[in-house]
T-cell receptor
Framework: DTGVSQDPRHKITKRGQNVTFRCDPISEHNRLYWYRQTLGQGPEFLTYFQNEAQLEKSRLLSDRFSAERPKGSFSTLEIQRTEQGDSAMYLC??????????????FGPGTRLTVL | RKEVEQDPGPFNVPEGATVAFNCTYSNSASQSFFWYRQDCRKEPKLLMSVYSSGNEDGRFTAQLNRASQYISLLIRDSKLSDSATYLCVVKATFAGAGSYQLTFGKGTKLSVIP
């Protein structure tokens, strides 16, 4: 399977704990995005990387959230001191910036976070 | 006003029916438009792009009216397998060159009934 993969698929944690999610994009894709989706809503943009550089961050991304893509391949999203309001599906997507690639964003299956 | 607004749904239609989804967007600088499909508990997948001249892909027809900032999706001859949530998506650039963001609507849930 050469699509976007995310790990873990499900995470249950207690309020106040830290959690980290991983995303592996499609191998030749140089752009990687993180989104959050809650029930009944569409995905909301959090941040994106072009190679290893984090180029944009949404106002939704509070200081408890940090994302990295150290080698321009996989990315991690960490949430510190989780709150119940952080419960959501965290989606990762990747796209190919190269000329003519179409720029379509391909989504991974998501990590469903439940904060108790 | 939300950046991307869609019909609230849900739409429950019989097999073979024609169903239309509407979407409006607020950012007049938006450049590209898409419809994504999301099955229950699955990730969104691109259904089709929306072009100014309107475009068709089999039973699916998408239209764009830039003046009214309005996008539509028409599904003809609905199949059971069309049951999903349809997300209207708008692409606009950030201030930085080459950077862009996808903004999703809430989605409209479609259930096609036998």
């Amino acid at each position: 399977d050469t699509g976007v993969s995310q790990d873990p698929r499900h995470k249950i944690t207690k309020r106040g704990q830290n959690v980290t999610f991983r995303c592996d994009p499609i191998s030749e894709h140089n752009r990687l995005y993180w989104y959050r989706q809650t029930l009944g809503q569409g995905p909301e943009f959090l941040t994106y990387f072009q190679n290893e550089a984090q180029l944009e961050k949404s106002r939704l991304l509070s200081d408890r959230f940090s994302a990295e893509r150290p080698k321009g391949s996989f990315s991690t999203l960490e949430i510190q001191r989780t709150e119940q309001g952080d419960s959501a599906m965290y989606l990762c997507a990747s796209s190919d910036l190269r000329q003519g690639a179409g720029n379509e964003q391909f989504f991974g299956p998501g990590t469903r976070l439940t904060v108790l | 006003r939300k950046e991307v607004e869609q019909d609230p749904g849900p739409f429950n239609v019989p097999e073979g029916a024609t169903v239309a989804f509407n979407c409006t967007y607020s950012n007049s600088a938006s450049q590209s438009f898409f419809w994504y499909r999301q099955d229950c508990r699955k990730e969104p997948k691109l259904l089709m792009s929306v072009y100014s001249s309107g475009n068709e892909d089999g039973r699916f027809t998408a239209q764009l009216n830039r003046a009214s900032q309005y996008i539509s999706l028409l599904i003809r001859d609905s199949k059971l397998s069309d049951s999903a949530t349809y997300l209207c998506v708008v692409k606009a650039t950030f201030a930085g060159a080459g950077s862009y963001q996808l903004t999703f609507g809430k989605g409209t849930k479609l259930s096609v009934i036998p």
